[in-house]
């Protein structure tokens, strides 16, 4: 979910993007050598299991703030409506703990100042239902996709 590794940030991927003005804009005393980011994804694979009940994707601003225990029991413990809402702020307030500031505090800062508070932070949480799965009929997989009906 990080745009800069699939489309932007072109300079910091392929040395020969990286030359003038590029350097005095960021600072660099020299142009750079070899890529500092890819645009290669890091893929996990996990096969569900009946127990599984949810997926959170998310940015690494959730990660940079959240561990992967902190992020499932917030979603276990409320499942469903609001819960990709609940995790960003739990993040937020975990950004705001660590600047020594209040949640209330950090959310009152300016969008584009906040930026150096903390990264964009992008959460989808999807549930799973098993008996629905478990059917595997086409008619099952297009009201899931819908939500329900025709």
Known sequence: MQVSRSIGD????RPEFNREPLNPKFRLAEPLRRPVIS???SITTHTLQPHDRFLIFA???LWEHLSNQEAVDIV???PHVGSAKRL???ALQEAARKREM???DLKRIDRGV???FHDDIAVIVLFLDHDLISKGSRRSLLQ???GGGW
């Open 114 to 116: 906040r930026r150096h």
């Open 39 to 41: 645009a290669e994804p």
């Open 59 to 61: 940015s690494d601003g």
């Open 10 to 13: 072109v300079y910091l991927k």
């Open 88 to 90: 960003i702020k739990a």
């Open 144 to 146: 899931s996709v819908r």
């Open 102 to 104: 209040r949640y209330s």
């Open 76 to 78: 276990h413990n409320h």
